[in-house]
């Protein structure tokens, strides 16, 4: 079983960065794939990036890339995703997402445990 704790969300200006956390619990971490998926107001959770169990690949939805940067520290149990160049069409409720799996998926289903989510809002 593993828990996952997410952090680092708050309000940001346009143009701005945010560096959100995911703090995973269990001695597995560093087997599983890892994605971050968000959920706007009135609008469906969608993908926003993945990695797999090393680190050694990544995924982006055509929207981030360029500017958000997946990563993770298996020593640390922890993923990160880094957000550049904020837009408002970001502003979402952020989940960090773990599959019994090394590689990554795109799709939410793939994806057996989940963070409660934490708020990013950028305003214009």
């Known amino acids: 079983q593993v828990q996952l704790v997410e952090s680092g969300g708050g309000l940001v200006q346009a143009g701005g960065s945010l560096r959100l956390s995911c703090a995973a619990s269990g001695r597995t971490f560093s087997l599983y794939g890892m994605g971050w998926f968000r959920q706007a107001p009135g609008k469906e959770r969608e993908f926003v990036a993945a990695?797999?169990?090393?680190?050694?690949?990544?995924i982006y939805a055509d929207s981030v890339k360029g500017r958000f940067t997946i990563s993770r520290d298996n020593a640390k149990n922890t993923a990160s995703l880094q957000m550049n160049s904020l837009k408002p069409e970001d502003t979402a409720v952020y989940f960090c997402a773990g599959r019994r799996s090394a590689g990554f998926s795109t799709a939410e289903f793939y994806y057996g445990y989940w963070g409660q989510g934490t708020q990013v809002t950028v305003s214009s």
């Open positions: 990695i797999n169990a090393n680190g050694g690949s990544t």
